[in-house]
């Protein structure tokens, strides 16, 4: 103020590259919730990963930002509302917008083709990668034969990727896994022992904020 002088305030520098639970989480969430987007508006030559979450699930989201600690701001975390035309309410959210960042660009190149999102064909599962594809778009319940019924809504990719996915799980689980046509969509569904080789994969693992999803421990021997 005194000397009439701005200086950019000092930047942490951000890694090159992410670690093995960073990659995780963000291949997770791409399957999920997740989005990578280049901001033109600053003319940015780099992606930022945003992550857009229901109020109450304001624990998992922070249990996620934590791990991209050093690609963020103080304000990376932010809560806000919006009126929703379709039931006519105002509903509370909460995201996380990272800084953009050479190392998340790598894996915006991989999963956008024309600014749409796809599935990457080198995609490689990991236990965390499918826990955070459960938590954002994943559902397990009890069907009406007392087996367990499971659910990924894939409902962002198309009929070939959602192909693709499920021809992991099967590959991966040796067990059954079907693609089934869900409002001109398409989803993937299991029961029964497919249902739960997933589930001994992600339940060690699955962070005690999102224990409402795992249905399955109330009768799992």
Same mark, same amino acid.
């Given at each position: 103020? !005194?000397?009439?002088?701005?200086?950019?305030?000092?930047?942490?520098?951000?890694?090159? &590259?992410? /670690?093995?639970?960073?990659?995780?989480?963000?291949?997770?969430?791409?399957?999920?919730? +997740?989005?990578?987007? =280049?901001?033109?508006?600053?003319? %940015?030559?780099?992606?930022?990963? /945003?992550?857009?979450?229901?109020? !109450?699930?304001?624990?998992?989201?922070? @249990?996620?930002?934590?791990?991209?600690?050093? &690609?963020?701001?103080?304000?990376?975390? %932010?809560?806000?509302?919006?009126?929703?035309?379709?039931?006519?309410?105002?509903?509370?959210?909460? %995201? =996380?917008?990272?800084? #953009?960042?050479?190392? =998340? /660009?790598?894996?915006?190149?991989?999963?956008?083709?024309?600014?749409?999102?796809?599935?990457?064909?080198?995609?490689?599962?990991?236990?965390?990668?499918?826990?955070? @594809?459960?938590?954002?778009? +994943?559902?397990?319940?009890?069907?009406?034969? +007392?087996?367990?019924?499971?659910?990924?809504? /894939?409902?962002?990719?198309?009929?070939?990727?959602?192909?693709?996915?499920?021809?992991?799980?099967?590959?991966?689980?040796?067990? !059954?896994?079907?693609?089934?046509?869900?409002?001109?969509? &398409?989803?993937?569904?299991?029961?029964?022992?497919?249902? &739960?080789?997933?589930?001994?994969?992600?339940?060690?693992?699955?962070?005690?904020?999102?224990?409402?999803? #795992?249905?399955?421990?109330?009768?799992?021997?």
């Amino acid at each position: 103020m !005194k000397t009439g002088i701005i200086q950019k305030l000092p930047v942490e520098p951000m890694p090159d &590259f992410l /670690t093995e639970i960073q990659k995780d989480i963000l291949i997770g969430s791409m399957l999920g919730d +997740g989005n990578l987007a =280049l901001n033109p508006k600053n003319r %940015s030559k780099n992606a930022r990963l /945003t992550i857009r979450r229901s109020i !109450k699930d304001k624990d998992y989201l922070l @249990w996620e930002a934590k791990e991209f600690t050093q &690609f963020m701001t103080n304000n990376a975390v %932010s809560e806000y509302s919006y009126f929703d035309d379709r039931t006519q309410k105002i509903y509370k959210g909460i %995201s =996380l917008i990272t800084r #953009a960042a050479p190392a =998340l /660009t790598n894996y915006f190149c991989q999963w956008y083709l024309d600014n749409v999102k796809i599935v990457p064909k080198n995609i490689i599962l990991t236990p965390l990668i499918l826990l955070i @594809w459960f938590l954002d778009d +994943g559902s397990a319940y009890y069907g009406k034969h +007392g087996d367990v019924q499971f659910k990924l809504s /894939t409902n962002g990719f198309s009929k070939e990727e959602v192909h693709f996915l499920r021809d992991k799980l099967v590959d991966r689980y040796s067990s !059954k896994f079907s693609v089934n046509k869900n409002d001109h969509k &398409f989803i993937i569904t299991s029961y029964g022992d497919a249902a &739960f080789n997933f589930i001994d994969e992600i339940d060690p693992i699955l962070p005690e904020c999102m224990s409402r999803k #795992a249905k399955w421990r109330i009768n799992h021997h």
